[in-house]
Every structure is written in C-alpha cells, then in structure tokens.
C-alpha cells in the first residue's frame, strides 16, 4: 500500500490576520498566466478569476504545475482556498520545487476537500511546526504518523533544525491526483504566501501535557502491550485482567450475533436464485450484475479484510529499543515473540535489511488465549467474521486460519524472477515478460500453493501488486534503460530491426544518433519524445506478455480458481484492456469515501474487486489515521457503511476488502505505516462503533445488491 502523509490543517476556524507586508500573493496576481500552467491529465481553465480544475481518468499521477516565485524563509506559510465542485472527496498533493539539497522541501502535503465544501488551508513548510520538543523529534524514526499531530502538521523525519533558516526560493507549486479511476472537480480561488499566522486564541487546540517533555521524561514511550503510554483512550488495556473482562464481553457479543440467517456455509445466499453448482467459485452476470457463484451454487458477494494473522502490529527495534518500557528479556516467556511475523510481509523487511522485531500483537493473543493461542485465535477470527457480516479472508492471511476452511479466502503472491532494470523501483521492479524465468518462476509459485489451488474454500489469486505501470510508453523507455543483456530491450530491438530495417530509418524517425543496432542496445538512456508511438507500441507488448504468460500458467495449475489480476493502485488506462482480455476479475485499490463515481472504460464489462479500502481517526491511541482520515470512531462506521453500499449497487463490484484485520504496530511496520486502520486494536479489543456498522450492511447486503438497480456510470 502506497502512501503519502499529510501535512496540513484546515484554517475554516482560524481566520487570517496579516499586514500587506506580511504575505504575497500568488493568485490571481498580474503575474499569472493561465498558458504558462504545464498539464498532465488535468483540464485546468481560468474562468471568472478562478482555477477551475478537471481531473481525467487517465494517467497514473493526474498533476498541473504552477510558475510562481516567493522566498519562502520570508513567507514560510502557504494558504490555499479551494471548493469541490463534485459528490466525490477531492485530494491533492503538493509539491514544491526546487527542492532544498537537505529535501525539506520533498514532502508531499495533501488537501482533502469533502463534497460540495469549500476550504481555506495552510501548507506549512517550516518543517519545525511539530508539538513534541525538538530533542524528542530528532530521537523518533520510522513511523508515519508522531505523537501529538493531530492535524497531520509535520513530516517529523525530514524536519530540519529549528536554529537553521529555510532558505530558497520555490518556482513551481506541484498539485497531483492519485488516479484511482474517479473524475475530480475542483477550483483553487486564492493562493497566499505569508510569513505567519495568526490564529483566534480563544480557538487554539488545547496539546497535551507529553508535548512539552523533554526527551528523558517522553522515553520509552510505548507500554508492553505496544500501546501509547502518555495518553488514555475508551478500550485501552491496563492490565491482562482487561483483556479477559473484553473477552468475556466479546464472546456474549458473538452469541447474540451469530450471523444471517440466510448465509450457508460458504457465506453465499440462500434466498437467492440458484446456479449452476460446479463445486468452485465462479463469475456470471446475472440481471444487469456480476457476482460470484459458489461452490454449491448460491449467489456471493465478497466481503471481509485483509491479513487475518495474528502478527499485524510486528515493529522494527533496530535502534529503537528505547522507545519501549517492557521488551522481554531473551529465553523469557514471551521472548518467542521476536521470531513471529507476518509470513506475506516478512521479505519486505529483508529487503530493508530490518534485523530485529517484536510482534506485540501475537504476544497479546499468546497472553489473551494461553498457550493454544494459535488455533484459538483462528476459531475466534473466523466466528468474528461470520458474526460481523463478513464471509472473506482477504489477500496476504495466515495459512493456518485460511486451511481451517471455515471462511472463504483468497490470497495473492508476487513474482520474483528478473526484472527490468531499468524499470521504477515502487514495492519491486516491473519483472520482465519477456525473460525465461518469468514462467518458471511463475510455476514455481503456483506448485507452491497446491494445497489451496486444490481447495474450495479458496476462490482465487491476485499476482502482483500495485505494480508502478508508468504511462503509456514508460514500459518501454524504461526497457531501454536497461542493460543490452535485458531480454525485452532484445525484443523490442528485434521490433525495431523489423519495422525500419536500417538504424538510419529508426534515427529519422526517432531523431536519435545511434551508430549501429548494437549502440541501441548498448545505451541505456531513454530517448527523445519522437519515439513515443514506437514505445506506447511495445509497452502494450510487454503488458501482454505479462498478462498472456501469467494467463496461461495460472489456468495450467488452477483451472477453477479465479485470476483476479495485479490490484491497480490507481489508474491503468492504457493497459486496462490488456488486463480486461487476460484476467478473470479486475482488482483495484481504491482509498475513496465512496465509488459512486467508478467507471469502467466504454467497452470494458468485468467484475471488480476491491482488494484495499480503510478510513480511520486518531481518538483511540494511535498516531495515524490512515489514508482517509474520519473525525472519530463513529465517523469510521459511517463512512465504512458508505464505502460498501456504494459498491453493492454498482453492477460492477463483486466484493470489497478492507485493509486490514488488526491495527499496524503504533511504533510503525517495515516502512512506518502505523495507521489506525484495524477492526480490532493491538490487544485484540474490537472497535465497537465499527462493527456495528459492519453489520448493519454485512447482514442486508444481499438484498442491498440485488434489488438495487443497475445504472449506466457517466
């Protein structure tokens, strides 16, 4: 899951209060020129002295850059007044160039606009502007979200020191969309540099005591439970008893709610029009509506989280030990706990050469359910599901849960045979299609999973994930990048060879100075924008390659599970076809309040899936609120019942996963996500405001989805 951390407040109770000499502004001003303004998959027009601002559902990174200048030591303050014109969230991110040597201006803030709402917002870019004491913020590394920071103020990691000035001048203001295949409407009516704000004291946020500790009082900082120590929150654990008493509450919960009455086994539902029963999941359309069908033949529609393991909130301690006050001492009872992890996660912390951890969450099942806390944590996940309305085990799971078969479950695997070198590095490389391992490997993995490839309980896979596709041509360019040994440069020169015959005729069209075909191999620099239509060309190529190969294999080795494609974290326009023709469902990681605006191309008609959503707040302990931050925790449940009806009547959704089972560790994963975004906490505590409402749609959804009324996107 990709992510970029906000650092922004909402000013709509703080009026500005500031002197001419104190601010400049930057539009409308004489200065500004509406063709001066670079597009990218955004419409943007000046109409009656307004930005007005339409996001395309095409590119990967919609952006539009802005030329301006002011010094922003002097006016370190930017102030942004914006309106969504549409029904859907608006989120833009910012970037400012040119970037100081030291990266303070590298951030990425966001401004969220909710529909129809019009907002005044600061970007603050002195990187100081945190709660906690400077010598607190310079020890704190590797999480996300900081103590204290409620309104996503800060990057603490990329903060410089309060005693060095922030020099430079910026030139270009940098607004970006992460496409996920919704159109946006949005209009910028001011922009403002000033160099401070002053804010309505009587309305100044009131911070909490732990802000003004020094460094030797704030640490450790996180208790034995993996819990924030200087605050108190409804549902925190103080002791072991607690967690008895939440689960003696939680079992009576359980038998009070034992689930629809109108679910069989698999979750599918019985009073609905029976199918074909081949004794797997499958796809059909029926009345307008895709759905699966399971294994006995009953309609279904997938519903539950992602990784459903014990292990969500494992923590890296590598020069942060510090940070907790009880770490088991080695040979102790609950030293075990170093060595357990989340099995999909553990090559990412490889990959960062991460050496020592500590699974807070596991220790707290070991000490909630004793010594057979393993099978008792998969009995009780699986009564949780079917008592909450759900009947999925999302992607990336324990296998130990999923083999229980009681739930159905999906999973996913990512390739590890070569890439292309040249390609973006974004969870991995892009891995080259064209290169022989690429089968192999692939086989390799499906052998792997005979088990579940043989299991009904498991309707499918996704292969791949989130996978930085580029634009249209960059597959190709980053082919040429490569090195001359990399087999789809040796492809695509083999195209080329074929298509002009002579380096002079490519040379011409391309207006390139390559000396012979071997030079063409040999180099690795992309070439000019005259080879755009020969790279769009072949970065289709090597996207159906990719999807053929994995195609073929896939049903080689599981012909009755469903392909559901890579999980497109945002938008894949120019190969969505591609996906469409090869993958039995497409899968998508949408962030959004809702998918009301969702739409297929014309001339694409596939069942979707949704493989992540979440929403969160910080009113439980917790330091980040996830990718779509709610106000509070019945805000989440509200927001959850949304999201979900709103795929129930699209006739294209097929099922929604959220992201994830249990809370990630307050002290961050291998990369700080440390996101409140869990249905349960790190004690294993559910959060009760969002099962109600997980409920509330989980039991009705059936006859939500079916008795709604399909209706073609605009």
Known sequence: MRVVLAVLFTLAAFPLCVSAQDSQVLFPSDR???????????????????????????????????????NAAKYPHLVIEAENLGKELVRFY???????????????????????????????LVLTDSPLQPEVIRKLKGIRGYPGDTKRR???????????????????????????????????????????????????????????????????????????IHAEWQGKTRTDADMSKSLDKELADLDAHRGPADWNQYGGWT??????????????????KWWFVDPEGCLWWSHGPVRVTPSCAVTPLDDREFYFKELPASGTEFAPFYETYDNSLFLYYVKRNIKRTYDFSAANAYRKYGKDWRSKYSDMSHRRLRSWGMNTIGNCSDLQICLARKTPYTDRFELKSPFIEGSRDAWWKFND??????????????????????????????????????????????TLSSPASQPAK???????????????????????????????????????????????????????????????EFKKAAPHKLYMGCRFAGNMAPFLDIAAKYSDIISYNIYTHTLDNFKLPDG???????????????????FHPTLVQVENQKARGEAYYRYVESALRHPNFIGVHWHQYADQAATGRFDGENFQNGFLDVCDTPYPETIEKIREIGYKMYEVRFNSVSEKKD
């Open 32 to 70: 500004f020129k509406i063709e001066d303004v670079q597009v990218n998959g955004v419409d943007v027009r000046l109409e009656n002295g307004t930005l007005v601002c339409r996001q395309s559902t095409t590119g990967e990174w919609p952006n539009f850059v802005l030329n301006t200048e002011w």
């Open 94 to 124: 910012l970037r400012f160039l040119p970037q100081r040597p030291d990266g303070a201006f590298s951030s990425q803030p966001y401004i969220d606009i909710d529909a129809a709402q019009k907002v005044r917002s600061d970007v603050s």
């Open 154 to 228: 800060s990057r603490p990691p990329q903060i410089v020191d309060a005693a060095a000035p922030l020099a430079g001048t910026v030139k270009q203001i940098v607004f970006a969309m992460y496409q996920n295949k919704i159109a946006r409407t949005f209009k910028i009516t001011r922009i403002e540099a000033l160099a401070v704000l002053k804010k309505d004291v009587e309305k100044t946020e009131t911070l909490p005591a732990f802000v003004n500790y020094s460094a030797e009082k704030f640490f450790p900082f996180i208790d034995k439970y993996g819990q924030f």
């Open 271 to 288: 009073k609905g029009p029976r199918q074909e029963a081949t004794g797997h999941f499958y796809v059909k359309k029926i009345n307008e």
């Open 433 to 478: 299609p064209f290169h022989p391992e690429f089968r192999t490997d692939l086989r390799r993995q499906l052998l792997e999973r005979k088990e579940q490839i043989d299991d009904p309980w498991c309707f499918g896979y996704f292969v791949d994930n989130e996978i930085a596709w580029g634009g249209p041509a960059d597959l190709a360019k980053w």
């Open 490 to 552: 040796i492809e695509f020169a083999r195209r080329l060879k074929e298509k002009y015959s002579s380096i002079e005729k490519l040379n011409e069209a391309w207006k390139s100075r390559y000396t012979n075909w071997d030079d063409l191999l040999r180099k690795q620099e992309p070439p000019d924008a005259a080879a755009d239509a020969d790279c769009q060309e072949f970065s289709r190529a090597i996207a159906e390659e990719y999807y053929k190969n994995i195609r073929d």
């Open 604 to 622: 694409i008609d596939k069942p979707v899936i949704i493989g992540e959503f979440h929403f969160g707040a910080l009113d439980r302990g917790l």
